[in-house]
């Protein structure tokens, strides 16, 4: 079949037509990407602050020393377990790939705990938060000594990881909140030094209490080594409940806007809605997906170190622990200077701080080869002096960096977001192909080709993110500057608070976005009527609202409180309640059955579920009538009806409708009206999304026109009327309507 000449030309202007709208819509999101000046980025361009005035500031140093402890007690058996990782196999009778397994997947169920912890310390005091957790790990390390098989040992090491968990969502967020943006580098810096201290200690301690207690023909001696170290953490763990709870996000507010605004009656964020918007902090991401790449190195490396040092050059436990004693000397060296000039280069320039932490591991793969193939121990060790210094030089760097991007009220959640995803595509990942080819291919192979190449990637990764985080913290800077805006207009007029506010809100699906800079009021009592043509974003903005979805930037408040990362669940309760466009209702139930599932939140008290299906078939007398027939053999129209009944069982604050015209006739679109305009001249508030300037205009206060997800009118609905050019976009525009 041959095409005309005509209908080829016709085709190939629609496809340019379409091109050229999408390249216009990422043209105009990216017109609308924030970025401030560097000084007014939190923590960039201010003076310089001396560590001990920022633990003055801070309150003191109990906070900080308390989580340096059970943080290098932590580190302290950790080591442990990479010392004595061939004693171990050798008691219970395991292979190098099944000791290494263990090894790495320890660091995985790290995972497991963090995103309960991280969850927990966005909503509750964070110091019984750690006091807790750390007596649990004590027990966990204990038990690890006693334990009688390698699926015993596994089980222990599954309690350790878990209760272990605390340690980076819930001590960064702490630290982050209580000590100054300008020290954040050397309190990073010196938890890391004490932490690689007790590592340094930690072989020859262990080494040692392993010699001692395994006598003339003894192998058990690493149990003892489990015995004892869990109890400093026990003590330890008694001072973490009498820690303060500091104000969250005291120092971005100080810094960015003067004063700390207090929220004294925060709602709980939804997981599902943190994770999705710390997903779109492209800094983080890209972090997150370095550093992924990278465990699978990370997390292995350190047991099959310790099993090629014995079987390549036949060293003891207490031998291997003085090897890898030195290069942690140096590595604390190191960090001596690497805190003072982290919060220095963070304040000239925070995208260096990036690009420093991805060349430092990218760097640090090419050592790796060398150290691996030096004759004798003594090369060995000299060998991995740079590596190393390289490598927890950049790890001190990351944790501080991306405090400052995250979210305050998402702190917990954001460290645990990247354990999730590093510990279980990194440390699972890397464990199974130890587990899989270690006792083939030997240690020193097994360790080249899983950390030389994904350490290369990782590293990549990093510099290439760097160009990100000024954009991430701007938004930051925006956020913070419309609470204080918000807090302002409070205290001027603190009796007229809108029932709902939007505010700077972009949204996207994927990477399309559709919905830039969303912002309006929808007052008490008033009807809002939002229109715009298909496409427009209208749906996608009552989602946001409702939760269904979650905006990469912006604010969302009910009544003043902020909801933006809320539960649909949670907002349902507060009285945000949706009718959907389209059908309802659950056809194959009667109206009755339909509405009775409607107040199924209010089962336990009968009595006000009567209350509440009497004041609907009040307000719907139709329904009373025809109770007991099928949903489905209802007209179009009176589906709508039940569905507009069941949303109103919820006794909405706010109701949202979303075409509520869709696909019905026009009488029974009039019927409709008429209870929608009693509800309004009742008082309810109502954000009513509409195809028709007519309907939507005859039971609306205000009206708000989007197109191609920006706000082009607000005003009201006389107002509207006289705009002739909105009028030709909803009726004859060519996205339909």
Same mark, same amino acid.
């Given at each position: 079949?041959?095409?005309?000449?005509?209908?080829?030309?016709? $085709?190939?202007?629609?496809?340019?037509?379409?091109?050229?709208?999408?390249?216009?819509?990422?043209?105009?999101?990216?017109?609308?990407?924030?970025?401030?000046?560097?000084?007014?980025?939190?923590?960039?361009?201010?003076?310089?602050? %001396? /560590?001990?005035?920022?633990?003055?500031?801070?309150?003191?140093?109990?906070?900080?020393?308390?989580?340096?402890?059970?943080?290098?007690?932590?580190?302290?058996?950790?080591?442990?377990?990479?010392?004595?990782?061939?004693?171990?196999?050798?008691?219970?009778?395991?292979?190098?790939?099944?000791?290494?397994?263990?090894?790495?997947?320890?660091?995985?169920?790290?995972?497991?705990?963090?995103?309960?912890?991280?969850?927990?310390?966005?909503?509750?005091?964070?110091?019984? @938060?750690?006091?807790?957790?750390?007596?649990?790990?004590?027990?966990?390390?204990? /038990?690890?000594?006693?334990?009688?098989? $390698?699926?015993?040992?596994?089980?222990?090491?599954?309690? *350790?990881?878990?209760?272990?968990?605390?340690?980076?969502?819930?001590?960064?967020?702490?630290?982050?909140?209580?000590?100054?943006?300008?020290?954040?580098?050397?309190?990073?810096?010196?938890?890391?030094?004490?932490?690689?201290?007790?590592?340094?200690?930690?072989?020859?301690?262990?080494?040692? @209490? #392993?010699?001692?207690?395994?006598?003339?023909?003894?192998?058990?001696?690493?149990?003892?080594?489990?015995?004892?170290?869990?109890? =400093?953490?026990?003590?330890?763990?008694?001072?973490?409940?009498?820690?303060?709870?500091?104000?969250?996000?005291?120092?971005?507010?100080?810094? *960015?806007?003067?004063?700390?605004?207090?929220?004294?009656? =925060?709602?709980?964020?939804?997981?599902? %809605?943190?994770?999705?918007?710390?997903?779109?902090?492209?800094?983080?991401?890209?972090?997150?997906?370095?550093?992924?790449?990278?465990?699978?190195?990370?997390?292995?490396?350190?047991?099959?170190?310790?099993?090629? &040092?014995?079987?390549?050059?036949?060293?003891?436990?207490?031998?291997?622990?003085?090897?890898?004693?030195?290069?942690?000397?140096?590595?604390?060296?190191?960090?001596?200077?690497?805190?003072?000039?982290?919060?220095?280069?963070?304040?000239?320039?925070?995208?260096?701080?990036?690009?420093?932490?991805?060349?430092?591991?990218?760097?640090?793969?090419?050592?790796?080869?060398?150290?691996?193939?030096?004759?004798?121990? $003594?090369?060995?060790?000299?060998?991995?002096?740079?590596?190393?210094?390289?490598?927890?030089?950049?790890?001190?760097?990351?944790?501080?960096?991306?405090?400052?991007?995250?979210?305050?009220?998402?702190?917990?959640?954001?460290?645990?977001?990247?354990?999730?995803?590093?510990?279980?595509?990194?440390? &699972?990942?890397?464990?199974?192909?130890?587990?899989?080819?270690?006792?083939?291919?030997?240690?020193?192979?097994?360790?080249?080709?899983?950390?030389?190449?994904?350490?290369?990637?990782?590293?990549? !990764?990093?510099?290439?993110?760097?160009?990100? +985080?000024?954009?991430?913290?701007?938004?930051?800077?925006?956020?913070?500057?419309?609470?204080?805006?918000?807090?302002?207009?409070?205290?001027?007029?603190?009796?007229?608070? =809108?029932?709902?506010?939007?505010?700077?809100?972009?949204?996207?699906?994927?990477?399309?976005?559709?919905?830039?800079?969303?912002?309006?009021?929808?007052?008490?009592?008033?009807?809002?009527?939002?229109?715009?043509?298909?496409?427009?974003?209208?749906?996608?903005?009552?989602?946001?609202?409702?939760? &269904?979805?979650?905006?990469?930037?912006?604010?969302?408040?009910?009544?003043?409180?902020?909801?933006?990362?809320?539960?649909?669940? #949670?907002?349902?309760?507060?009285? @945000?309640?949706? &009718? =959907?466009?389209?059908?309802?209702?659950?056809?194959?139930?009667?109206?009755?059955?339909?509405?009775?599932?409607?107040?199924?939140?209010?089962?336990?008290?009968?009595?006000?579920?009567?209350?509440?299906?009497?004041?609907?078939?009040?307000?719907?007398?139709?329904?009373?009538?025809?109770?007991?027939?099928?949903?489905?053999?209802?007209?179009?129209?009176?589906?709508?009806?039940?569905? !507009?009944?069941?949303?109103?069982?919820?006794?909405?604050?706010?109701?949202?409708?979303?075409?509520?015209? !869709?696909?019905?006739?026009?009488?029974?679109?009039?019927? !409709?009206?008429?209870?929608?305009?009693?509800?309004?001249?009742?008082?309810?508030?109502? @954000?009513? *999304?509409?195809? %028709? +300037?007519?309907?939507?205009?005859?039971?609306?206060?205000?009206?708000?026109?989007?197109?191609?997800?920006?706000?082009?009118?607000?005003?009201?609905?006389?107002?509207?009327?006289?705009?002739?050019?909105?009028?030709?976009?909803?009726?004859?525009?060519?996205?339909?309507?």
């Amino acid at each position: 079949m041959t095409v005309p000449d005509s209908s080829a030309s016709s $085709a190939a202007a629609l496809a340019a037509t379409v091109l050229d709208e999408e390249a216009a819509r990422v043209e105009a999101g990216r017109a609308e990407e924030v970025l401030f000046a560097d000084d007014l980025l939190p923590g960039v361009g201010s003076e310089e602050l %001396s /560590l001990k005035r920022g633990l003055v500031m801070g309150g003191g140093a109990a906070t900080f020393v308390v989580l340096l402890v059970l943080n290098s007690l932590d580190e302290l058996q950790a080591s442990a377990f990479a010392i004595l990782a061939p004693d171990i196999r050798d008691t219970f009778g395991v292979g190098d790939g099944t000791i290494t397994f263990i090894g790495a997947i320890s660091s995985a169920f790290v995972v497991l705990g963090a995103v309960p912890m991280g969850w927990l310390a966005d909503r509750y005091r964070r110091g019984p @938060i750690i006091g807790w957790s750390s007596i649990a790990f004590s027990g966990f390390v204990f /038990l690890s000594g006693i334990a009688v098989n $390698a699926f015993a040992f596994f089980w222990a090491r599954f309690g *350790v990881g878990i209760a272990k968990a605390n340690t980076i969502p819930v001590h960064s967020s702490m630290l982050a909140d209580t000590y100054p943006i300008g020290v954040r580098g050397r309190i990073g810096a010196i938890t890391a030094i004490a932490g690689r201290g007790v590592a340094v200690i930690s072989p020859l301690l262990v080494g040692l @209490i #392993t010699e001692i207690a395994n006598g003339p023909g003894e192998v058990d001696g690493w149990r003892w080594a489990y015995y004892i170290l869990g109890v =400093p953490v026990m003590i330890a763990a008694l001072a973490a409940f009498r820690l303060k709870e500091p104000t969250r996000g005291q120092w971005e507010k100080e810094d *960015v806007l003067g004063e700390v605004i207090e929220d004294h009656d =925060p709602l709980p964020p939804s997981m599902e %809605s943190a994770f999705a918007r710390l997903w779109q902090i492209r800094t983080l991401r890209g972090v997150i997906i370095g550093f992924s790449a990278m465990g699978f190195g990370i997390f292995t490396a350190p047991f099959l170190e310790s099993i090629f &040092l014995e079987d390549h050059f036949g060293l003891d436990s207490l031998d291997r622990g003085i090897a890898k004693t030195a290069g942690g000397i140096f590595v604390m060296i190191a960090l001596i200077y690497v805190g003072p000039r982290f919060d220095k280069l963070y304040r000239k320039d925070p995208a260096l701080v990036v690009r420093l932490v991805g060349a430092l591991i990218f760097s640090s793969a090419f050592l790796m080869p060398v150290q691996y193939f030096m004759p004798n121990v $003594a090369g060995f060790v000299i060998a991995s002096i740079p590596r190393e210094v390289m490598l927890f030089t950049a790890f001190a760097m990351v944790v501080p960096m991306l405090q400052s991007i995250l979210p305050y009220r998402l702190r917990g959640l954001g460290a645990a977001l990247g354990t999730l995803y590093i510990f279980f595509t990194g440390a &699972l990942g890397g464990g199974l192909i130890a587990l899989m080819f270690a006792d083939a291919w030997g240690a020193r192979t097994t360790v080249l080709v899983l950390s030389v190449p994904t350490t290369l990637i990782g590293g990549a !990764l990093m510099m290439r993110t760097a160009k990100f +985080i000024k954009s991430d913290l701007s938004v930051v800077v925006q956020e913070l500057q419309e609470e204080l805006a918000e807090s302002e207009r409070r205290k001027q007029d603190p009796d007229d608070v =809108p029932a709902l506010q939007i505010n700077n809100i972009d949204f996207s699906y994927g990477k399309v976005q559709v919905l830039f800079d969303i912002g309006f009021d929808v007052k008490r009592g008033e009807s809002l009527a939002l229109l715009g043509t298909n496409g427009a974003g209208k749906s996608t903005v009552l989602r946001v609202i409702s939760g &269904l979805g979650t905006p990469s930037r912006g604010v969302v408040r009910h009544h003043g409180r902020t909801i933006t990362y809320v539960s649909p669940e #949670t907002r349902s309760r507060l009285g @945000i309640q949706q &009718l =959907p466009g389209g059908s309802g209702v659950f056809s194959e139930m009667t109206v009755h059955q339909n509405l009775i599932m409607g107040a199924y939140k209010h089962r336990n008290d009968r009595s006000d579920v009567q209350r509440r299906l009497d004041r609907v078939t009040e307000l719907f007398p139709l329904l009373g009538e025809r109770e007991g027939e099928l949903a489905g053999n209802l007209s179009g129209g009176q589906q709508q009806m039940l569905a !507009l009944a069941v949303t109103m069982l919820n006794e909405p604050d706010v109701l949202l409708i979303d075409e509520l015209s !869709l696909g019905l006739a026009p009488t029974v679109v009039q019927e !409709l009206l008429k209870h929608v305009d009693t509800l309004r001249e009742a008082g309810q508030t109502m @954000i009513i *999304v509409e195809q %028709s +300037i007519n309907i939507a205009l005859a039971i609306s206060d205000r009206a708000i026109f989007l197109e191609k997800g920006q706000v082009r009118f607000e005003g009201s609905a006389a107002e509207l009327l006289e705009r002739d050019d909105i009028a030709r976009a909803v009726f004859l525009g060519d996205e339909g309507g």
